[in-house]
């Protein structure tokens, strides 16, 4: 783990699924192609799909819906925001806060061209972001396995690094702010897609890769100035 410069406990009171609500069993086109989509794309089988978007369209018709949804991805949003602030009693509180606000708009919610999950991450995100901007005596964490530094070492140089690659790419990610270690992060370290990428940092795919490699650009011209001078 690579650390930057770096419960009250809360309960959502959702209530127990009673009776189901009316789905209409024939989906809508633009649904089908959506299913498509994700499937091919993100590799999720089409029947996961189709009851991730009923989930949904439950909830979106009464929120004791809500536990199904919540108990799905609360594991995966627990450990992608532990991921950013390696602490887990402000790890909870933060997913409780992501949930909450979801919970309250989930009314809100359209397909963009993500999976579900990434409107919850954005969320999440957000909260992880205004969190660290209120407690600036706290330092922001970035979490990868050993198997990821390489490939971000050979994306910054195509010599082999004098200095040791974890302490030439710990030194290097110091020298970015949190906003452009949040593109390798996401990117690099989670492996996500540049559509993703932009639809979590609020741009377009194009302008999600463009950047990124800005910061590639950058990061090779620093890692030059620290090994070869």
């Excluded at 499937?39 to 536990?67: G, M, W």
């Excluded at 949804?69 to 933060?94: G, M, P, Q, W």
Aim: charged share 25%; net charge neutral; hydrophobic share 40%.
């Amino acid at each position: 783990m690579l650390t930057i410069g770096h419960y009250y406990q809360y309960a959502l009171n959702i209530m127990p699924q009673r009776s189901a609500t009316a789905i209409v069993s024939v989906l809508p086109h633009e649904v089908l192609n959506w299913i498509l989509h994700v499937v091919s794309t993100y590799h999720k089988s089409k029947e996961d799909i189709e009851y991730e978007y009923r989930q949904i369209l439950k909830c979106q018709e009464n929120p004791e819906f809500f536990a199904p949804i919540y108990e799905r991805y609360y594991e995966s949003v627990f450990v992608f925001i532990n991921k950013r602030v390696n602490a887990e009693e402000i790890t909870a509180d933060l997913s409780a806060r992501t949930f909450y606000k979801c919970l309250n708009n989930i009314h809100k919610y359209k397909y963009q061209g993500v999976p579900f999950s990434a409107w919850l991450y954005k969320i999440a995100l957000n909260e992880v972001n205004q969190f660290f901007r209120k407690q600036k005596s706290m330092l922001r964490t970035v979490s990868l396995e050993e198997s990821q530094v390489e490939p971000l070492i050979e994306e910054i140089q195509s010599e082999a690094p004098i200095m040791d690659p974890n302490i030439l790419l710990s030194t290097l990610l110091e020298q970015l702010e949190d906003g452009e270690v949040q593109f390798l992060e996401l990117r690099f370290f989670e492996n996500r897609s540049f559509k993703e990428v932009g639809y979590l940092l609020g741009m377009t795919a194009n302008n999600a890769k463009v950047k990124t490699y800005r910061i590639l650009k950058k990061l090779k011209s620093i890692s030059s100035s620290i090994q070869y001078h």
